[in-house]
């Protein structure tokens, strides 16, 4: 199998789970998001996704990473794994801000990448 069509799924997977992370706290107050255990579920899974997505082209596709150093691959794989390793000390302010302000460029950054490869 070639590398291109496993880029192209690991920037789908990221793209998709960065906009269902959006769309589920869409239209929510953020002391919503804090109250409602289920969201946070959702949205910290998307992030997993995101960072694990971020992780397998980081370690199998360094020259697209290299290539795009305006999208912030090791933030995404750190936030993966202080999320993943250390699940009981998730920043549930951190997630908030992450989704409302990271996740929309990172959107508009991975759909530009998508469609120069």
Known sequence: MSTAPRVADYLAHMQQAAADACSFVDGMAKADFL??????????????????????L??????????????PWRSMRGMRNRIAHGYFDTNLDVVWNTVETALPALIAQISALRASI
């Open 58 to 71: 980081m370690d199998g596709h360094a020259d697209i990473v290299a290539a795009h150093p305006e999208i």
């Open 35 to 56: 109250a409602d255990k289920r969201t946070q579920q959702a949205v910290i899974m998307s992030l997993i996704i995101v960072g694990e997505a971020a992780t397998k």
